[in-house]
């Protein structure tokens, strides 16, 4: 039943706006549309709120949105449709919190599911030996963070930035810093509750229904709306010391954040920047993070060269003293950041002590720059919830809903050499006004059964080149420059996938998944036979 239609021809026509001119057909879609008994509601008028994402250059607005307040409205609705078979070309686009870069979350002419509305049940914590949560498809992850905190538990897989949803996040991944210990957040679930493209609505595990479950995960909205999902929890830290190092040696740069990720006892997180032409850069820093050595630091001058910032946490759980002594220190910052022995009031190795003496141990074994150790101690919550501080800057000066040309990349580790000589010397010579994120993770920690297509070794790489337009011509550039990091790869036959991909011909779509390519299809066939699903990624397309 699947119509391979190449979407290359509507590349351009990405602004569509229907407002005022519903044709016949529509203007049935609407009518049975209202008959629909719901617990929720829909809306026909005004829908632009639903047309855009973070992304910024897609603008497609919807025949209506589905605000939910049940299951049963969502699987209502997609059942209607699926009823109208091929004779409706309505498609349902689950939104969570529209964070997608290329309208991923869109259905032009169709309905958006808003899936923020669906907030009953409530979420629910199960603590316990394995503490896991309930939590809603359209959850915020802020959201789940405050709330399992109140139990002193907190999820173990994270994205860098927290006001996205949850179905949004396992339909891609969802990969930070500690996905090189815990995996990504697909890979920390334990049961799914899915509505599928029939409007049937399916409970799936590792063990039930697991076909479902395996291919939900990473799917890319194709194969069901999750609106409900068990998350598992680990108990939560209170402090994190949070660290930054400098090198000038790529080499050197990827050789210790692999050892780190290859370690047991290392940190508990781990990331990683590129810096490109970015004059005052620590004096930015100084206003959060202090320098180990202050005068040293001071002396540090990156002389243009491109500078890799090894990024590091470490969580623990200082006790109330502890916690005084580190109010003091914060009050008084001209106090060494490392707490001198006589504040410790304890014989015994205490939490902060001992987070202190494995972090130095880690940190002597590494070749950084050694003047330049930056460290800041910080609340769990504010270390997870740190991007939100630069979003709400950029709001003040009008620069967060700006177009954003992002490009993410698995690049296999064997490659990162070349990759990194290419890119980071020679295309990306010029800032790209926002931040270019690399670190490695392990495969063995991700479960290849999922419907996500990671490169094929052991240790890859997320590259994040995540670009804001902020001047006339901005994007162009940008888009150009991204063009040009993706055709090196395919010159240099660099066997990179995109993360968050974005393919506009099935054949990239084939190549993309590789040997997943066929059991994608067949799972498409299965789960959503009329291609009623996430028409805004471009995958399928519903036959007319
Ligand atoms: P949406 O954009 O609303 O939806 C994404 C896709 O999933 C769409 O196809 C949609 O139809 C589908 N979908 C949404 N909800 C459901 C559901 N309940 N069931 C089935 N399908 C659904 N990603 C990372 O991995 N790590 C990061 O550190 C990270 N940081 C980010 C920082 C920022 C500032 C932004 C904007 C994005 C970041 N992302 C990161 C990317 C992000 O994880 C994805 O874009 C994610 O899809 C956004 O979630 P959302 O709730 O906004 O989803």
Redesign the pocket.
């Known amino acids: 039943h699947l119509s391979y239609i190449p979407y290359e021809a509507e590349e351009c026509s990405n602004h569509h706006d229907v407002s005022s001119s519903l044709i016949p057909s529509h203007l049935d879609s609407v009518s049975s549309l209202k008959t629909l008994s719901l617990d929720g509601y829909l809306i026909f008028d005004d829908t632009h709120y639903a047309s855009k ?3 910024n250059t897609v603008n497609l607005l919807p025949l209506a949105v589905l605000h939910p307040k049940s299951v049963r409205d969502i699987a209502t609705m997609i059942n209607h449709i699926y009823r109208l078979g091929a004779t409706s070309d309505l498609t349902v ?9 290329r309208g ?4 032009y002419q169709g309905i958006v ?1 808003f ?1 923020e509305s ?1 907030t009953t049940p409530k979420m629910q914590i199960q603590p316990g030996e394995d503490p896991y949560v309930d939590v809603s ?2 959850e ?1 992850w802020i959201n789940i963070l405050h709330e399992t905190l109140k139990h002193g538990l907190a999820p173990k897989s ?4 927290l ?14 810093g500690q996905a090189f210990r815990h995996g ?2 697909i890979h920390n679930v334990y049961r799914l509750e ?1 509505v599928t493209g029939k409007g049937e609505i399916v409970i799936c595990t590792k063990k039930q229904n697991a076909n479902l479950f395996y291919a ?1 995960l990473g ?4 194969f ?4 409900r999902a068990r998350i598992s929890l680990e108990t939560a830290p209170s402090m994190v010391r949070w660290i930054r190092v400098l090198y000038t040696n790529f080499s050197l740069f990827t050789k210790d954040q692999e050892s780190l990720i290859s370690s047991h006892k290392s940190f508990d997180y781990i990331e990683g920047f590129v810096i490109i032409n970015r004059a005052g850069l620590l004096n930015g820093w100084r206003a959060s993070f202090n320098a180990k050595d202050p005068v040293q630091a001071s002396k540090f001058r990156s002389e243009g060269k491109t500078l890799f910032c090894l990024e590091m946490a470490k969580y623990y759980h200082p006790t109330e003293t502890e916690i005084i002594n580190q109010v003091a220190l914060l009050l008084n910052p001209k106090l060494s950041i490392i707490i001198p022995e006589y504040q410790l009031t304890s014989e015994i190795l205490t939490p902060v002590k001992l987070v202190l003496q494995e972090t130095e141990a880690q940190l002597a074994g590494m070749n950084y720059i050694p003047s330049t150790v930056f460290t800041s101690d910080v609340p769990y919550l504010e270390f997870l919830n740190r ?1 939100h501080n630069s ?1 709400v800057q950029l709001q003040e000066k009008g620069l967060w809903n700006v177009p ?1 040309p ?1 490009l ?1 990349l698995l690049v296999p580790k064997s490659r990162i050499d070349d990759f990194a000589k290419e890119v980071f010397g020679g295309i990306l010579t010029t800032s790209v006004n926002g931040p270019i ?1 690399i670190y490695p993770v392990n495969q063995s920690k991700w479960d290849n059964k999922t419907s996500l297509v990671t490169p094929d070794e052991d240790v890859f790489y ?1 590259i ?1 080149i ?1 670009s804001s337009v902020t001047g006339s011509g901005d994007l162009e550039k940008l888009v150009k420059l991204n063009s040009k990091v993706v055709e090196l790869c395919e010159a240099k036959a660099i066997a990179m996938k995109q ?2 991909p974005h393919y506009s011909t099935t054949d990239k779509w084939r190549a993309h998944f590789g040997s997943k390519w066929e059991r994608f299809v067949e799972n498409k066939l299965l789960y959503d036979p009329l291609s009623i ?2 028409p ?2 471009k995958i399928f397309q519903k036959p007319r």
């Not at 686009?93 to 870069?101: K, T």
């Not at 994270?158 to 930035?161: A, L, S």
């Not at 069901?224 to 609106?227: A, P, S, V």
């Open positions: 994402d973070f992304g686009a689950a939104r969570g919190h529209g964070h997608s870069l991923q979350a869109l259905a599911v899936m669906l498809g359209g915020l994270w994205t860098d930035y006001y996205l949803t949850v179905g949004g996040t396992l339909s891609n991944a969802g990969i930070s990504p957040q899915v939900v799917g890319l909205g194709q069901g709306i999750i609106t991007v979003e954003h992002w993410n994120l997320l994040g995540l993360y968050l699903l996430a805004g990624q």
